[in-house]
Protein backbone atom coordinates (compact mmCIF):
# COMPACT_ATOMS: atom_id res chain seq x y z
CA UNK A 1 0.00 0.00 0.00
CA UNK A 2 1.24 3.82 -0.85
CA UNK A 3 2.28 4.89 2.04
CA UNK A 4 3.56 9.37 1.76
CA UNK A 5 7.07 10.10 3.17
CA UNK A 6 7.47 11.96 6.07
CA UNK A 7 7.18 15.45 5.14
CA UNK A 8 6.17 14.91 1.56
CA UNK A 9 3.51 17.18 -0.35
CA UNK A 10 -0.04 16.18 -0.13
CA UNK A 11 -0.40 14.92 -3.83
CA UNK A 12 -2.04 17.28 -6.08
CA UNK A 13 -4.74 15.12 -7.17
CA UNK A 14 -5.83 14.07 -3.61
CA UNK A 15 -9.21 15.32 -1.97
CA UNK A 16 -9.05 18.52 0.18
CA UNK A 17 -11.54 17.82 2.54
CA UNK A 18 -10.40 19.74 5.67
CA UNK A 19 -9.69 22.84 3.64
CA UNK A 20 -12.57 23.14 0.81
CA UNK A 21 -14.51 26.47 1.52
CA UNK A 22 -18.27 26.53 0.15
CA UNK A 23 -19.74 29.09 -1.93
CA UNK A 24 -21.08 32.09 0.31
CA UNK A 25 -23.65 32.37 -2.18
CA UNK A 26 -24.85 29.09 -2.38
CA UNK A 27 -24.65 28.96 1.48
CA UNK A 28 -27.12 31.83 1.98
CA UNK A 29 -29.76 30.93 -0.49
CA UNK A 30 -30.00 27.04 1.20
CA UNK A 31 -30.25 26.14 4.83
CA UNK A 32 -29.99 22.58 5.17
CA UNK A 33 -32.98 23.31 7.55
CA UNK A 34 -34.88 24.57 4.87
CA UNK A 35 -37.56 22.04 3.18
CA UNK A 36 -36.80 21.57 -0.52
CA UNK A 37 -40.37 22.00 -2.08
CA UNK A 38 -40.77 20.09 -5.71
CA UNK A 39 -43.61 22.62 -6.72
CA UNK A 40 -44.38 25.92 -5.77
CA UNK A 41 -48.17 26.00 -6.63
CA UNK A 42 -51.00 23.22 -6.28
CA UNK A 43 -51.33 23.62 -10.04
CA UNK A 44 -47.59 22.41 -10.11
CA UNK A 45 -48.03 19.22 -7.50
CA UNK A 46 -51.05 17.91 -9.38
CA UNK A 47 -48.86 18.18 -12.54
CA UNK A 48 -46.05 16.27 -11.04
CA UNK A 49 -48.21 14.02 -9.19
CA UNK A 50 -49.81 12.82 -12.58
CA UNK A 51 -47.33 12.24 -14.34
CA UNK A 52 -45.69 10.20 -11.34
CA UNK A 53 -48.87 7.93 -11.87
CA UNK A 54 -48.20 7.74 -15.40
CA UNK A 55 -44.78 6.34 -14.64
CA UNK A 56 -46.62 3.74 -11.97
CA UNK A 57 -49.33 2.75 -14.84
CA UNK A 58 -46.24 1.98 -16.96
CA UNK A 59 -44.35 0.08 -14.29
CA UNK A 60 -47.29 -1.66 -13.21
CA UNK A 61 -48.62 -2.31 -16.80
CA UNK A 62 -45.65 -4.19 -16.99
CA UNK A 63 -45.28 -5.91 -14.21
CA UNK A 64 -48.57 -7.42 -15.26
CA UNK A 65 -47.68 -8.03 -18.82
CA UNK A 66 -45.02 -10.74 -17.56
CA UNK A 67 -47.13 -11.93 -14.98
CA UNK A 68 -50.09 -12.85 -17.43
CA UNK A 69 -46.90 -14.21 -19.94
CA UNK A 70 -45.94 -16.75 -16.94
CA UNK A 71 -48.89 -17.39 -16.32
CA UNK A 72 -48.84 -16.15 -12.91
CA UNK A 73 -52.17 -14.14 -13.06
CA UNK A 74 -55.68 -14.97 -14.04
CA UNK A 75 -56.80 -14.08 -16.90
CA UNK A 76 -60.18 -12.59 -15.94
CA UNK A 77 -57.58 -10.83 -13.24
CA UNK A 78 -55.29 -9.21 -15.90
CA UNK A 79 -57.63 -8.31 -17.60
CA UNK A 80 -59.64 -6.49 -15.40
CA UNK A 81 -56.62 -4.59 -13.82
CA UNK A 82 -55.17 -4.10 -17.11
CA UNK A 83 -58.59 -2.42 -18.31
CA UNK A 84 -58.43 -0.06 -15.42
CA UNK A 85 -54.66 0.89 -15.56
CA UNK A 86 -56.29 2.02 -19.57
CA UNK A 87 -58.90 4.13 -18.29
CA UNK A 88 -56.78 5.85 -15.78
CA UNK A 89 -53.83 6.61 -18.11
CA UNK A 90 -56.85 8.18 -20.75
CA UNK A 91 -58.07 9.81 -17.81
CA UNK A 92 -54.92 11.44 -16.94
CA UNK A 93 -53.68 12.42 -20.37
CA UNK A 94 -57.39 14.23 -20.91
CA UNK A 95 -55.90 17.11 -18.89
CA UNK A 96 -54.52 19.67 -21.63
CA UNK A 97 -51.11 20.89 -19.29
CA UNK A 98 -50.66 16.91 -18.32
CA UNK A 99 -50.16 16.18 -22.18
CA UNK A 100 -48.36 19.10 -23.06
CA UNK A 101 -45.54 18.19 -20.47
CA UNK A 102 -45.83 14.23 -20.73
CA UNK A 103 -45.45 14.74 -24.58
CA UNK A 104 -46.02 11.04 -26.00
CA UNK A 105 -45.01 7.80 -24.77
CA UNK A 106 -41.89 7.69 -26.54
CA UNK A 107 -39.90 10.40 -25.39
CA UNK A 108 -41.37 10.31 -21.92
CA UNK A 109 -40.30 6.37 -21.17
CA UNK A 110 -36.81 7.45 -23.07
CA UNK A 111 -36.51 10.54 -20.71
CA UNK A 112 -36.99 8.77 -17.74
CA UNK A 113 -35.12 6.05 -18.75
CA UNK A 114 -38.11 3.37 -18.86
CA UNK A 115 -37.67 -0.39 -20.35
CA UNK A 116 -41.08 -1.81 -20.92
CA UNK A 117 -42.00 -2.88 -24.28
CA UNK A 118 -45.18 -4.92 -23.06
CA UNK A 119 -46.41 -1.75 -21.02
CA UNK A 120 -45.63 0.33 -24.14
CA UNK A 121 -47.49 -2.44 -26.79
CA UNK A 122 -50.97 -1.96 -24.62
CA UNK A 123 -50.70 2.06 -24.09
CA UNK A 124 -49.93 2.62 -27.91
CA UNK A 125 -52.91 0.90 -28.64
CA UNK A 126 -55.10 0.86 -26.02
CA UNK A 127 -56.34 -2.80 -26.34
CA UNK A 128 -55.27 -4.76 -23.63
CA UNK A 129 -53.16 -8.17 -25.02
CA UNK A 130 -55.75 -10.99 -25.12
CA UNK A 131 -57.69 -8.73 -27.19
CA UNK A 132 -55.39 -7.77 -29.57
CA UNK A 133 -53.75 -10.78 -30.37
CA UNK A 134 -56.83 -13.64 -29.32
CA UNK A 135 -56.49 -17.39 -30.58
CA UNK A 136 -59.75 -18.41 -32.45
CA UNK A 137 -62.51 -20.35 -31.21
CA UNK A 138 -62.27 -24.01 -31.80
CA UNK A 139 -64.01 -24.99 -34.73
CA UNK A 140 -67.13 -26.98 -34.34
CA UNK A 141 -67.55 -29.96 -36.74
CA UNK A 142 -70.71 -29.07 -38.94
CA UNK A 143 -72.17 -30.52 -41.94
CA UNK A 144 -72.94 -27.49 -43.55
CA UNK A 145 -69.87 -25.34 -42.52
CA UNK A 146 -66.22 -25.34 -43.18
CA UNK A 147 -64.00 -23.26 -41.87
CA UNK A 148 -64.39 -20.31 -38.81
CA UNK A 149 -67.63 -20.26 -37.19
CA UNK A 150 -70.20 -18.37 -39.14
CA UNK A 151 -71.54 -16.65 -36.31
CA UNK A 152 -68.00 -15.10 -35.33
CA UNK A 153 -67.07 -14.39 -39.47
CA UNK A 154 -70.85 -12.10 -39.65
CA UNK A 155 -69.79 -10.21 -36.40
CA UNK A 156 -66.46 -9.36 -37.71
CA UNK A 157 -68.18 -8.40 -40.90
CA UNK A 158 -70.72 -6.21 -38.96
CA UNK A 159 -67.96 -4.46 -37.37
CA UNK A 160 -66.06 -3.35 -40.37
CA UNK A 161 -69.04 -2.08 -42.10
CA UNK A 162 -69.72 -0.34 -38.73
CA UNK A 163 -66.40 0.85 -38.44
CA UNK A 164 -66.72 2.42 -42.30
CA UNK A 165 -70.23 3.44 -41.96
CA UNK A 166 -68.91 5.69 -39.03
CA UNK A 167 -66.57 7.55 -41.25
CA UNK A 168 -69.04 7.74 -43.98
CA UNK A 169 -71.07 9.99 -41.43
CA UNK A 170 -68.22 11.84 -40.61
CA UNK A 171 -67.88 10.48 -37.28
CA UNK A 172 -63.98 11.49 -36.96
CA UNK A 173 -63.04 11.35 -33.18
CA UNK A 174 -60.65 9.42 -31.09
CA UNK A 175 -63.92 9.11 -28.59
CA UNK A 176 -66.29 7.40 -31.63
CA UNK A 177 -63.55 5.46 -33.63
CA UNK A 178 -61.14 4.11 -31.34
CA UNK A 179 -63.35 1.83 -29.34
CA UNK A 180 -65.01 0.11 -33.09
CA UNK A 181 -61.92 -0.07 -34.50
CA UNK A 182 -60.87 -1.96 -31.52
CA UNK A 183 -64.36 -4.10 -31.66
CA UNK A 184 -62.90 -5.01 -35.21
CA UNK A 185 -59.19 -6.31 -34.18
CA UNK A 186 -61.13 -8.16 -31.24
CA UNK A 187 -63.83 -9.87 -33.25
CA UNK A 188 -61.08 -10.32 -36.37
CA UNK A 189 -58.69 -12.45 -34.00
CA UNK A 190 -62.06 -14.45 -32.78
CA UNK A 191 -62.29 -15.59 -36.35
CA UNK A 192 -58.76 -16.64 -37.49
CA UNK A 193 -55.26 -15.99 -35.69
CA UNK A 194 -53.52 -15.79 -39.08
CA UNK A 195 -52.53 -12.89 -40.47
CA UNK A 196 -54.15 -11.51 -43.74
CA UNK A 197 -53.39 -8.85 -46.37
CA UNK A 198 -53.57 -5.54 -44.66
CA UNK A 199 -54.24 -6.27 -41.34
CA UNK A 200 -51.42 -4.49 -39.86
CA UNK A 201 -52.87 -1.27 -41.09
CA UNK A 202 -55.81 -1.91 -38.54
CA UNK A 203 -53.31 -1.94 -35.80
CA UNK A 204 -51.26 0.96 -37.02
CA UNK A 205 -54.54 2.74 -37.05
CA UNK A 206 -55.71 1.61 -33.40
CA UNK A 207 -51.72 3.13 -32.22
CA UNK A 208 -52.79 6.65 -34.17
CA UNK A 209 -56.32 6.81 -32.84
CA UNK A 210 -55.16 6.44 -29.20
CA UNK A 211 -52.07 8.58 -29.69
CA UNK A 212 -55.15 11.25 -30.27
CA UNK A 213 -57.03 13.19 -27.41
CA UNK A 214 -60.25 11.98 -26.74
CA UNK A 215 -61.94 14.82 -28.24
CA UNK A 216 -59.10 15.41 -31.08
CA UNK A 217 -60.39 14.96 -34.58
CA UNK A 218 -58.52 13.30 -37.68
CA UNK A 219 -57.75 15.59 -40.77
CA UNK A 220 -60.19 15.35 -43.77
CA UNK A 221 -56.92 13.54 -45.41
CA UNK A 222 -56.02 11.14 -42.03
CA UNK A 223 -60.03 10.24 -42.66
CA UNK A 224 -59.55 9.30 -46.09
CA UNK A 225 -56.48 7.44 -45.48
CA UNK A 226 -58.18 5.26 -42.78
CA UNK A 227 -60.94 4.58 -45.07
CA UNK A 228 -58.67 3.19 -47.93
CA UNK A 229 -56.92 1.60 -45.10
CA UNK A 230 -59.80 -0.14 -43.89
CA UNK A 231 -61.74 -0.71 -46.86
CA UNK A 232 -58.09 -2.99 -47.62
CA UNK A 233 -58.14 -4.73 -44.47
CA UNK A 234 -61.54 -5.39 -45.00
CA UNK A 235 -60.91 -7.01 -48.86
CA UNK A 236 -57.90 -8.84 -47.56
CA UNK A 237 -60.46 -10.79 -44.42
CA UNK A 238 -62.74 -11.15 -46.97
CA UNK A 239 -60.51 -12.74 -49.44
CA UNK A 240 -59.17 -14.65 -46.39
CA UNK A 241 -62.56 -16.61 -45.26
CA UNK A 242 -63.02 -17.11 -49.03
CA UNK A 243 -59.77 -19.15 -49.10
CA UNK A 244 -61.27 -21.45 -46.16
CA UNK A 245 -58.04 -20.13 -44.00
Known amino acids: MYSPQPGAGQPAY ?64 YSDMCSKM ?16 FGDLDSFMKEWDIECPRAAETL ?32 ATENFITFLDALKLNYVTKSTLHPILSDVIQSVNKVTDKDFEHR ?18 LSDEQAGDLAFDMEQAYNGFKSMIASGV
Open 86 to 101: LRQYQSILSDKNVQRE
Open 14 to 77: APTPHHYVPNPSFTARVSVDEEMRLADSAAQRDLIDSLAEIYSIIRTLDGLEKAYQKDALPEQE
Open 124 to 155: RTGVIRPELYVSPAPVVPSSSVAGPSGSLVMA
Open 200 to 217: GKIIQWLITLNQMRTTEE
